[in-house]
């Protein structure tokens, strides 16, 4: 193949002149898409904790890149990969204290280039979601939350009737790709913004039927 | 005008937004129309007017190296022309040979016409130095077409590309929190917290979204214009920093645009 090397880059060579003479044709789509990756690589810089690597996508963020959402096979798989990466707590300890869940939900911060390194993450979860009743500042990018466990029939987190629900709360807090591919929620637990204990309190927040949440 | 005047302005503005806002929350009204309602109480007073006055005196005074105005400065339509410039850009200049947004093109302008360094300018904090003059442009150059409804142009096959190229930066997704720009203006009626958030994939409304920037935001004081929109998106999208001018945030202009066609520009609007 290396021979061909030479006529290859002159090729690329017209294209480009065509291009900037505005008389070629347009370019396919996966050429767009390489020419998308190369402007976004080239149009940023490091500052403070955002460095490049955050520009690197893995599988699932290429995957839930675009309009059209991935074909059922690929998010499958992004799915069964997010489960299987779920860190279950030890000890089977699930809920932690809903007051520190509620402080945890209401803080937006952390992560961003004017954060300092080493600084604490909130759970961001009010720009999203509506939790408590008290809370008018919501969003609604995400579903309410109002009543989340009581709507859900959970009267004693601990019982095995809940234990379904409270896994699968664990596992969305975790990695929010587990139950849907393209999930615009960040995986908090997968990702680091958030560390088990911290879990515990907003999974408290959720599902303590003494949470105002379930009030 | 002082600091201590400026300071006053402010605060007034921000008790005057949170009247209006507790106004239209006793009445069932959306946040959005309460800052319909706040924009049309501050139409005569919009400090963006301020800004825009600078920005009209720059374009007229001799500066930089060359000692020139920038009145022979060609935004798209001719040397010179600056009414109607504004709704149509981002767009392709040939003598750049690239699609340029009103802020690279001031920075083309400022280079070539006036010998200021454009890499230089790119490279300064936003508000310090000539940023906060290019802040002032930007609010002068649009203003002259307020009221006027975007016409990007896609003739050029290179507006076409980077209306392709901006439309798969708005949907890529990354970071720590998998964030695109999609996540927050991928659907009509999404707030966060309590801002509304639109819908950047057609055509938001008149005065919504493309053709809402630059604008003065009353939380800081600041006259923003869409590349330090962008930049702050960005921030908290928590993606590292665009480079100021850069192709991402021109393509990303051209696609947010070409969506809004036929959208009224308000610009410099007012913020919260």
């Known amino acids: 193949m290396k021979h061909k090397t030479p006529a290859l880059a002159a090729t690329v060579i017209v294209v480009a002149a065509l291009l900037a003479a505005g008389c070629g044709s347009m370019p396919s789509s996966e050429q767009l898409d390489q020419q998308a990756i190369a402007v976004i690589k080239g149009s940023f810089r490091a500052q403070g904790i955002a460095t490049m690597d955050r520009l690197q996508q893995d599988q699932g963020q290429a ?3 675009s309009a059209q959402a991935p074909s059922e096979a690929i998010a499958r798989q992004i799915q069964d990969n997010a489960l299987a990466s779920v860190k279950w707590p030890a000890g089977g300890q699930y809920l932690g204290d809903w007051r520190e869940g509620e402080k945890l939900a209401q803080n937006g911060r952390g992560m961003t280039w004017t954060d300092a390194a080493g600084s604490a993450n909130g759970g961001s ?37 809940s234990a379904a629900i409270v896994q699968y709360t664990w596992g969305k807090l975790w990695n929010s790709k587990a139950y849907a591919a393209c999930s615009n929620m960040p995986r908090f637990g997968h990702a680091g913004l958030l560390t088990e204990a911290q879990i515990r309190d907003v999974m408290a927040l959720l599902l303590d039927p003494k949470s105002p949440v379930n009030q | 005008m002082s600091a201590w005047r400026r300071e006053g302005l402010r605060v007034a503005l921000a ?73 149509e850009l981002p767009r392709w200049f040939a003598d750049t040979q690239r699609v340029q947004d009103l802020e690279s093109r001031l920075l083309t302008c400022m280079e070539t016409l006036q010998g200021l360094k454009a890499a230089e300018i790119a ?44 439309k798969r930066a708005f949907y890529f997704r990354g970071g720590p929190m998998d964030f695109a720009c999609a996540t927050c203006h991928g659907e009509p009626g999404k707030r966060v917290r309590l801002q509304d958030l639109p819908d950047l994939t057609k055509n938001p409304g008149d005065g919504i979204g493309f053709a809402a920037w630059p604008a003065y935001r009353v939380s800081s004081g600041e006259l923003w214009s869409m590349q330090r929109r962008l930049n702050d998106c960005y921030r908290q999208q928590r993606f590292p920093y665009p480079g100021y001018a850069s192709d991402v945030t021109i393509a990303l202009g051209v696609y947010m645009g070409v969506n809004a066609k036929g959208a009224e520009s308000i610009a410099p609007a007012i913020k919260r």
Not at chain 2, 16 to 32: D, R
Not at chain 2, 156 to 163: F, I, R, S, T
Request: charged share 20%; hydrophobic share 35%; aromatic share 8%.
């Open chain 2, 123 to 166: 490279a300064t904090p936003f508000g310090r130095g000539e940023q906060a003059n290019m802040e002032a442009l930007a609010a002068y150059v649009s203003a002259a077409s307020r009221g006027q409804r975007m016409n990007l142009p896609q003739a050029h096959l290179q507006e076409k590309v980077m209306y392709e190229v901006g």
């Open chain 2, 15 to 87: 008790l005057a937004l949170a009247g209006v806002s507790a106004t239209a929350a006793a009445q069932g009204k959306s946040a959005a129309d309460g800052i319909a309602e706040y924009r049309k109480m501050l139409e005569d007073g919009n400090p963006a007017d301020l800004f825009e006055a600078k920005g009209e005196s720059l374009w007229t005074t001799k500066r930089g190296p060359k000692n020139a105005s920038l009145e022979a400065c060609d935004l798209g339509k001719g040397p010179g022309v600056v009414k109607g410039a504004f709704v």
């Open chain 1, 125 to 161: 979860c009010y720009n999203c979601h509506q939790i408590g009743k008290a809370e008018l500042s919501y969003g609604t990018i995400g579903p309410s939350l109002y009543n989340y466990g009581k709507l859900r029939g959970v009267a004693d987190p601990a019982s095995p009737t």
């Open chain 1, 63 to 65: 995957a839930c890149s």
